[in-house]
C-alpha cells in the first residue's frame, strides 16, 4: 500500500506537517492544522498532560482570552529557546504550535504524534467559523485512515475494489456511493473531520491509482460464484452469510473462500431451510405442470456461475400472471431493490445493469431488437461489451459478463434463432381465479426459506449424479450444460433416462414452430413449399413468388436481404421438418437456394435416446399448452425485425 505521508515529506524524509486540511497561518505564515477538545477546557488539561508526560518545561501566559505555553526549548531544534517555540489555546478550544523560526515547520498535530505515537482526536468545531480547508493535506489524511481499515485490489475487469478488515471482509466498489458513504463515516466516527467532495475524489484517485500499480488482480463474484467445483450463494445478510454448496450438501459459511461484491440496489435472501420442498413454488405461480420439471432445472442451473446461462421467456395474455412469476422468482434467486424493470434497447444500459445483480429482468416488454437480442446471446454465453469511460478521455470500460435473464410480455419477443437456442419459452395459461397479491406474496416470501432450501437440496444431489451423465454428442442440446444437469435431476427425482431431454426439444420446438407461423416469411416459404412442392432457383425468383403468394406481407425489399433472412430463418425451418441449401457457388443469374420439406425432422434433441421399442426409454412427448401470443411486427428502423 502506498504510505501517503510520503505526499507530505521534504527530501530528508521529514514529515512537514501531518495531512490535516484546517488551519490558521503560523508565525512563519504556513497553515497548521487547529485541534479542539471541545472547548478551551478540555484543551488547556489535554495540553497540560502533554507537557507533564512528556516533562517539557514551560511557562504559561495569558493574553486577550488565549492561554500560550512558552517552551523553554524547540521540540524540533534544541538551539531555538527562550520561549520560541509555544502552544496556544484559544478561547474556543483551538489548539495550534509553531516556532517563530522559518526553518521550523511543525504543528500541533505532528508534536502530539511525535511525543505520542498517534495524532490527536479532532473535535473542532471551530465555533461554527468557517475554517480554511487545504484539499491536499485532506485527500492524503483520508488515505492514511482508510489504509488502515481496507485494503485495495482489481477485478479481472479492471474495475478497484476495497475488502473491509471488520464487517467479515465486506467489498465494495471504490467508485460506488456506498464506499464513498462509508469513507465519510469512518472518517467523523474516528477523527472527527468532514471529507469534503473535492479531497474524497482525490483520495479515490489514490486508491485506484495504487490498486493498479499494484497490479493485485482477484475474483469478485456477484450473489453467486464457482470454485473448484464447489458454488456459493451469497445471502447478503447483515451475518454476511454465504451457502456454500457441493455434492456433499450444503452449510452456510461466514468467511467463503471467494469474494462476494454487493451492490446498493441487492436485497438479503433468507436462511435455507434443510430438508426444504421446492415444490412449494408451484402453490404461489401460474406454470403448467409440463414446464414445471424444466423450469425447476432452469432454477438451479442460475445458482451456478460456471455455465451457460438460460434465458426464460414468459409470453401470455393479461391475466396470466407474468409480472408476479417473475418477481417471485427474483425473489427466490436474487431480490433487488428493484425486482422488475423496463426494457432499455442499448445494450450499454443492458450490461451496466446485468454488472450490477445476477438475475436481470425485463417487464411487459413488447418487441426486442436485433441487436439487443444479439447482446443477450453473449449475455447468456458469457461475452464483454466496451465503451470509452469519458467522452474527454480515450479510456476504455470494459464488461465482461455471463447472467441469466428473465423477460414477459404479451408477444413473443425472441425472434433471432441464435437466441432461440439459448432460451426456455414457456406459455402461460390465463389465471382461472384472481388472487389478491398482497396476501399471496406474503405468504410466498414465508416459504421461500423452505423452497429455497429443496432447491439446493436438490442440486447438492444433482452434482453427484452428473459425472455418470452420459449424452451422445447428437443428441446434446445447444445448451449442452443445461441438458447434462437436467438429466441429472431428473435421475434424482427417479425419472427414466431420456426423459429431460424429450421435454426440453417439445417446449423448444414449440417454439421454433409459433415463431415460423407469427413471421411472415417463415409462413408463406412453409406454405410455397408444401403447396408447390421443392423449391429450386435464384432469390429474384423466390421474392417474386412469395410476393405472388402474398402480396400484402411485410417481405425483404431486395433478393439479398431476403437471402439474409432465410439464413437467420434457415435453422428453424430445418427443426420444423424443412431442408434448406444454399448454393455457394454463384451462377450467371445470381445465388441459388433449394428449399423442399423433409422426410423427418432433423432435431438433434429429440433423437432415441435408447431402444426404438422401449417405451419407457422414449416416452411420449408431453402436451403442452397451446397459445398463440403474436410477433411484434416492427421494421428495422431501430426496432425489432423477424430474423
Request: hydrophobic share 35%; charged share 25%.
Amino acid at each position: 500500500m502506498i504510505d501517503s505521508m510520503k505526499l507530505f515529506a521534504d527530501k530528508s524524509g521529514a514529515i512537514k506537517e501531518d495531512p490535516a486540511g484546517r488551519g490558521k497561518n503560523n508565525a512563519n505564515g504556513r497553515k497548521t492544522p487547529p485541534v479542539n477538545y471541545g472547548d478551551q477546557s478540555k484543551s488547556l488539561t489535554a495540553v497540560n498532560s502533554l507537557l507533564n508526560d512528556n516533562d517539557l518545561a514551560h511557562t504559561l501566559k495569558e493574553k486577550s482570552g488565549d492561554s500560550i505555553f512558552l517552551l523553554s526549548v524547540c521540540p524540533k531544534n534544541a538551539q531555538h529557546a527562550k520561549g520560541k517555540a509555544h502552544i496556544k489555546v484559544a478561547a474556543n478550544g483551538d489548539t495550534t504550535a509553531a516556532c517563530q523560526h522559518n526553518s521550523c515547520e511543525w504543528g500541533y498535530r505532528s508534536l502530539h504524534k511525535k511525543w505520542t505515537g498517534e495524532y490527536p482526536k479532532d473535535n473542532n468545531t471551530n465555533n461554527g467559523e468557517k475554517s480554511e480547508i487545504n484539499p491536499k493535506n485532506t485527500a492524503a489524511r483520508i488515505v492514511n485512515l482508510m489504509n488502515e481499515h481496507c485494503e485495495f485490489f482489481l477485478n479481472t475487469s479492471r474495475e478497484t475494489f476495497a475488502r473491509i478488515h471488520a464487517e467479515n471482509g465486506l467489498i465494495l466498489k471504490v467508485d460506488s456511493k456506498v464506499f464513498r458513504d462509508y469513507v465519510s463515516a469512518i472518517c467523523w466516527k474516528e477523527s472527527q473531520f468532514i471529507a469534503a467532495k473535492e479531497s474524497l475524489n482525490s483520495a479515490i484517485n489514490i486508491f485506484e491509482g495504487t490498486a493498479r500499480s499494484a497490479g493485485d488482480e482477484r475474483n469478485v463474484f456477484l450473489r453467486i460464484a464457482e470454485q473448484d467445483g464447489v458454488y456459493f450463494l451469497d445471502l447478503c445478510d447483515t451475518k454476511n452469510q454465504v451457502v456454500r454448496i457441493d455434492e456433499n450438501g450444503w452449510e452456510l459459511v461466514s468467511e467463503p473462500k471467494v469474494m462476494f461484491y454487493r451492490s446498493q440496489n441487492m436485497r438479503p435472501l433468507p436462511e435455507p431451510l434443510a430438508g426444504g420442498d421446492y415444490t412449494k413454488l408451484w402453490d404461489f405461480v401460474n406454470i403448467p405442470e409440463a414446464y414445471q420439471g424444466v423450469l425447476t432445472v432452469l432454477l438451479l442451473e442460475w445458482l451456478r456461475d460456471n455455465t451457460t446461462q438460460p434465458l426464460l421467456e414468459l409470453i401470455g395474455e393479461q391475466g396470466c400472471g407474468k409480472s408476479l412469476i417473475s418477481k417471485f422468482v427474483r425473489k427466490l434467486i436474487d431480490p433487488n431493490r428493484v425486482p422488475l424493470r423496463g426494457i432499455s434497447q442499448k445494450v450499454e444500459d443492458t450490461f451496466i445493469l446485468a454488472s450490477n445483480s445476477h438475475l436481470q429482468t425485463i417487464e411487459n416488454a413488447s418487441y426486442l431488437k436485433n441487436i439487443l437480442q444479439d447482446a443477450l446471446c453473449s449475455l447468456s454465453t458469457g461475452g464483454g461489451f466496451a465503451a470509452r469511460k469519458l467522452y474527454t478521455d480515450g479510456d476504455e470500460a470494459a464488461l465482461d459478463l455471463r447472467k441469466p435473464v428473465l423477460m414477459n410480455g404479451i408477444d413473443v419477443l425472441v425472434t433471432r434463432p441464435d437466441l432461440l437456442d439459448r432460451t426456455i419459452h414457456i406459455n402461460l395459461p390465463r389465471l382461472k381465479h384472481r388472487v389478491v397479491e398482497t396476501e399471496l406474496e406474503k405468504n410466498f416470501e414465508k416459504s421461500i426459506p423452505d423452497i429455497l432450501g429443496g432447491l439446493l437440496d436438490l442440486l447438492s444431489k444433482a452434482l453427484v449424479e452428473i459425472p455418470d451423465i452420459n449424452i451422445a454428442p447428437q443428441d446434446l442440446p445447444r445448451l449442452g450444460d443445461f441438458g447434462i444437469l437436467g438429466e441429472a435431476v431428473y435421475k434424482v427425482q427417479g425419472k427414466t433416462e431420456g426423459i429431460f431431454l424429450k421435454e426440453f426439444s417439445a417446449m423448444r420446438k414449440n417454439a421454433v414452430l409459433r415463431i415460423l407461423e407469427a413471421t411472415p416469411l417463415g409462413s408463406l416459404i412453409q406454405d410455397l413449399v408444401i403447396n408447390e412442392g421443392e423449391f429450386t432457383g435464384n432469390f429474384k425468383l423466390l421474392l417474386a413468388k412469395l410476393h405472388k403468394s402474398d402480396q400484402n406481407s411485410k417481405l425483404p425489399t431486395s433478393p439479398k436481404a431476403l437471402a439474409d433472412k432465410l439464413r437467420r430463418l434457415a435453422p428453424a425451418l430445418r427443426e420444423s421438418g424443412f431442408q434448406i441449401e444454399f448454393i455457394e457457388e454463384r451462377k450467371e443469374d445470381g445465388f441459388h437456394v433449394i428449399i423442399s420439406k423433409s422426410l423427418e425432422t432433423s432435431t438433434a434433441s429429440t433423437a432415441s435416446t435408447g431402444n426404438n421399442d422401449n417405451s419407457a426409454s422414449n416416452p411420449a412427448l408431453p402436451e403442452l399448452p397451446v397459445c398463440n401470443p403474436k410477433v411484434s411486427e416492427k421494421n428495422n428502423n431501430g426496432n425489432a425485425e423477424l430474423f
